[in-house]
C-alpha cells in the first residue's frame, strides 16, 4: 500500500518581513553520491520580473535543505528575462537543465494577460551542467512550432535509445491569438541537444480548443512512452478530466488522448518498474477536498488501470480564485506535483503550494 513517509521544507522565506521571496516550480534529480538536488524558482511575488531558477540540496535525504544558488548569472541586459527549468541527471553524471525564459522588457507587465489569456514572449531553452548543478553552461535556445509563445515546464526524459524528449506547447500571445494548432509536441532531440525538433505531436484533440498544458513524460521498461496533461475546452470552458497518450516507438507517434478519471489540473507521470507508474494530479477545483491525488498505475495491458491510490498532500485551507489571473490559471494555489524514483526504491514528490501569501517548496517521500 502506498504511504506517506514524511514531507519536509525545501525553501520557505525564513524573514518575510524583511523582504519577499517566493518559491515555486520546483522539480528534483538524485545524484551519483545519491544525494538530492532541487531546481526551483524564487521571485519578489508569482510573476516578477527577477524570478530566476536556483538549486538546492539534501544530503539526509530530503530532510533538510541547503541554501539556494542562483543558476544562471545573467549580464545586465539579460537581467529582464525570467526563467523555469527542470532538471534530469543523466547517467554519465551530467545534469540537463530544460525550460523557458520570458522576456520582460517592459517590467510593469505581468507575464500573462487577464483580460485574453495571452502571455508575454519567451523562448525554449537547454543547458549542461559538469559539476552536479554548481555551475551551468549558458542556455541554449532552441526553435520550435510556436516560436516566442510556448511553454516547455517539463524535464528531459531520457529514452532507453538515448533520446531526449519533453512535451510542449503553445501560449497564446498577448492579445490572445494562439500561432499554431493547439496540441502537444514532443520535443526530441538524437544527439545530446545539438539539434532538436518538435514534429511529433504528442496530445491532439483534433479540431476542439483544448489545453495540453503542464504535459510531463515517462518511459516503462517495455519501452512504451507515457504522455499526460492539463486539459480544458477554452471555448466553452469546461474543465476535462487530465488525459494521457502513449507512443510504443520512441515518441514518434501517439495514441489519441484517453482519460485518466481524473478531474486535475497539473500532473505527472513518474516510472516506478516494470510496467507500473505513480501518475499525480493537483485537483483544485470541481472537488470537495483539494489536494494532490497520487494513483499507481498498471499499464501492462496498455489500459490506465488503478491499482492503488492516495491523497498525498493536502492544504490546510480552502483553494480561492485569485481575480487578477487569467480563469484557467486563478486556482493555483498550488501545484506542479513531480516524483523521480529514489536508489532505495521509495519516491520523492516535489511541488509548490501558497499559504498566507507566501510560496514555497516541498520535498514529500513516498513508500510504495
Given amino acids: 500500500m502506498m504511504r506517506t513517509l514524511e514531507s519536509n521544507t ?15 516550480f520546483p522539480f528534483l534529480a538524485q545524484l551519483k553520491d545519491g544525494s538530492l538536488l532541487a531546481a526551483f524558482v524564487i521571485g519578489q511575488a508569482f510573476e516578477s520580473v527577477d524570478s530566476a531558477s536556483y538549486v538546492a540540496y539534501s544530503y539526509d535525504g530530503g530532510k533538510t535543505w541547503s541554501e539556494p544558488q542562483k543558476m544562471f548569472e ?13 532538471v534530469t541527471a543523466l547517467a554519465d553524471g551530467r545534469l540537463v537543465a530544460m525550460g523557458y525564459t520570458y522576456l520582460r522588457d517592459d517590467p510593469a507587465l505581468p507575464i500573462g494577460n487577464p483580460a ?10 537547454w543547458s549542461v551542467s559538469e559539476d552536479g548543478g554548481k555551475t551551468w553552461a549558458e542556455m541554449k535556445k532552441i526553435d520550435c512550432v510556436w516560436g516566442p509563445y510556448v511553454e516547455a515546464s517539463a524535464p528531459i526524459t531520457v529514452l532507453q535509445d538515448g533520446t531526449w524528449i519533453t512535451p510542449i506547447t503553445g501560449f497564446p500571445d498577448w492579445e490572445g491569438k ?24 504528442c496530445m491532439d484533440f483534433g479540431d ?9 513524460m515517462c518511459q516503462l521498461e517495455s519501452g512504451t512512452v507515457i504522455c499526460i496533461g492539463w486539459n480544458e475546452d477554452l471555448d466553452s470552458g469546461e474543465r476535462l478530466q487530465n488525459h494521457y497518450t502513449f507512443s510504443t516507438d520512441g515518441g514518434k507517434t501517439w495514441s489519441c488522448p484517453l482519460p ?13 518498474g516494470g510496467e507500473r507508474l505513480l501518475a499525480l494530479h493537483a485537483v483544485r ?23 492503488d491510490s492516495l491523497v498525498v498532500w493536502e492544504p490546510k485551507g480552502g483553494v480561492k480564485k485569485a481575480e487578477n489571473m487569467a480563469e484557467i490559471f486563478a486556482f493555483l494555489k498550488f501545484g506542479q506535483p513531480g516524483a523521480i524514483l529514489l536508489n532505495d526504491g521509495n519516491v520523492m514528490m516535489s511541488h509548490w503550494y501558497a499559504e498566507d501569501g507566501q510560496y514555497s ?8
Fill in 178 to 201: 494562439l500561432h499554431g494548432k493547439l496540441c502537444g509536441r514532443a520535443l526530441r532531440s538524437e544527439d545530446q541537444g545539438e539539434t532538436w525538433n518538435d514534429d511529433a505531436i
Fill in 285 to 307: 477545483r470541481d472537488t470537495d477536498r483539494p489536494g494532490i491525488y497520487g494513483y499507481i498505475i498498471d499499464f501492462s495491458e496498455k489500459q490506465w488501470n488503478v491499482v
Fill in 74 to 86: 545573467m549580464g545586465e541586459a539579460e537581467n529582464r528575462l525570467t526563467d523555469y527549468c527542470k
Fill in 10 to 24: 525545501v525553501y520557505k522565506n525564513p524573514l518575510p518581513q524583511l523582504s519577499s521571496r517566493q518559491s515555486f
Fill in 116 to 125: 485574453t489569456g495571452g502571455t508575454l514572449q519567451d523562448f525554449v531553452f
Fill in 208 to 216: 476542439k480548443n483544448i489545453t495540453c498544458y503542464e504535459q510531463r
Fill in 361 to 368: 517548496t516541498v520535498a514529500t517521500k513516498i513508500e510504495l
Fill in 260 to 272: 485518466t478519471g481524473v478531474m486535475g489540473q497539473a500532473s505527472s507521470v513518474c516510472h516506478i
